[in-house]
């Protein structure tokens, strides 16, 4: 099972695993990270035009740095579990 859709980030945090799927993000405009590792210590950074792939998993924590939402299109592959479940932190 999976899927594709338009995200539209807030410069807010989530906290979730990608669980029995992975997750290829394409940044359509603004600026979007994902932090992950222990405690959220590691991070990336992807801008308009950039692919962030997210593999099935990883706890990870999603942002908007600054104040400027962000537009991504969301596709999930593989897998037959919740798109999203919300953590306390990376780990």
Known sequence: MGGAYVDRARPR??????RGHDT???????RLAIE???????AVQ???GDFLVIPSGLVHRESTPGDEPSRSVVIRAGGDGPPT????APS
């Open 36 to 42: 992950f590792g222990e405690g959220g210590s590691r």
């Open 24 to 30: 290829i993000v394409y940044v359509l405009s603004g």
């Open 13 to 18: 945090k989530r906290l979730a695993p990608s």
């Open 85 to 88: 479940i919300e953590v306390e």
């Open 46 to 48: 992807a801008g308009a």
